[in-house]
């Protein structure tokens, strides 16, 4: 009986080792945290984090905690330095900019522990521990500039000939914009038919809703929003002077969807960054062990890095070939000439 016992007990032992070595080759996602900036419901980075979790889970099965930092930047140091703290917690997932650059110092601070910092520009020297997936802002404004430019014309009221077009460009933009000019002249808008105003603020709407009103007054059809929160004065304008306008980053159009406001109307929709299937390609590498550290990885339109979220407008006065060349990702943003801007 005894020797039965001990067969037995090995052969417990046995079993045990051998999960061990298994979960060093697939980590447990026990030990993964999601800290997003935003809330539930922000048509935004947490809401697109959400989305990728949540197909993760339905195809593999393991659950993944995901905090909401919220927009306080107060708030985020506290909750990424209290989350990482915790010893039985070792790979983090946080973005988008702020609370990357906070991740950045906990991640030279715990170089035992591995971090994926969604967004962050400029990282400088990038940590062994550390994981930066950015999305090429240059690429996603060609986008916007590539829709706005072949829509300009198309269907609706008050139409001005002269195919103009424009942006409202906050601080950070220059790159976005500098695509966005770019994707407007392989449309065939002339580089002299692209407007712009600058302001000096990413939370301003009052700020952005002025200068909007300028760029419509001075005969643009559609604008591009490429500054942030103040863009939303922007939509307010482009539905005041029954125009058109494009969001970029959030998914303005479901938001003013769920505000029934009558600037939805006014929204051909928005390109926004694909974060829900980052997420769910990094918990999946995460799980094989396969993912990389102390590098940059930049997603890019050909590989899914962005997504066009078009409204009933959109899909109302767009040809099919427009619709069916960005759903089937035909599009491949390419740099224009050199003095094309001249």
């Known amino acids: 009986m005894k020797g039965w016992l001990r067969i037995g007990l090995a052969g417990i032992l046995l079993i045990a080792g051998c999960a061990g070595k298994g979960g060093e080759a697939r980590p447990s996602l026990t030990s993964v945290v999601l800290l997003i900036q935003g809330?539930?419901?922000?048509?935004?980075?947490?809401?697109?984090a959400a989305a990728g979790v949540a197909a993760f889970q339905r195809s593999e099965g393991v659950r993944v905690p995901l905090l909401a930092l919220g927009e306080d930047p107060i708030a985020?140091?506290?909750?990424?330095?209290?989350?990482v703290r915790e010893p039985d917690r070792r790979l983090f997932i946080i973005g988008m900019e702020g609370p990357a650059r906070l991740g950045l110092e906990q991640a030279r601070i715990f170089p035992g522990k591995r971090f994926v910092l969604l967004g962050l520009e400029d990282p400088g020297e990038i940590p062994a521990n550390v994981l930066v997936l950015s999305w090429d802002a240059w690429e996603a404004g060609w986008l916007a500039g590539y829709i706005a430019?072949?829509?300009?014309?198309q269907e609706g009221s008050d139409r001005r000939s002269g195919r103009r077009i424009g942006a409202l460009a906050g601080p950070g933009a220059s790159v976005a914009l500098e695509g966005y000019r770019c994707g407007a002249w392989a449309a065939g808008v002339r580089s002299d038919g692209i407007l712009l105003e600058e302001i000096a603020t990413t939370s301003d709407p009052v700020a952005g809703f002025k200068a909007a009103l300028r760029l419509y007054e001075r005969g643009a059809e559609i604008l591009s929003g490429l500054a942030g929160g103040s863009s939303a004065g922007l939509f307010e304008a482009a539905a005041a002077t029954r125009r058109y306008a494009i969001g970029f980053g959030e998914d303005w159009g479901a938001r003013y969807e769920a505000m029934r406001s009558p600037a939805?109307?006014?929204?051909?929709?928005?390109?926004?960054?694909?974060?829900?299937?980052a997420v769910r390609r990094i918990l999946r590498q995460s799980r094989r062990g396969e993912l990389p550290f102390g590098m940059r990885w930049?997603?890019?339109?050909?590989?899914?890095?962005?997504?066009?979220?078009g409204t009933p407008a959109f899909f109302r006065i767009a040809p099919s070939w427009l619709q069916r060349q960005i759903?089937?990702?035909?599009?491949?943003?390419?740099?224009?000439?050199?003095?094309?801007?001249?």
Do not use: Y
Not at 39 to 48: H, K, L, M, Q
Not at 298 to 309: C, N, Q
Not at 327 to 342: D, K, L, N, S
């Open 39 to 48: 809330v539930e419901g922000d048509r935004g980075p947490f809401d697109f």
């Open 76 to 83: 985020w140091e506290r909750m990424i330095r209290e989350a």
């Open 149 to 153: 430019g072949h829509l300009v014309g």
């Open 264 to 277: 939805f109307e006014a929204l051909l929709g928005s390109v926004t960054p694909a974060i829900d299937e």
């Open 298 to 309: 930049t997603l890019k339109l050909e590989e899914g890095g962005f997504v066009w979220r």
């Open 327 to 342: 759903r089937e990702r035909a599009v491949h943003p390419h740099p224009c000439p050199q003095g094309f801007g001249g």
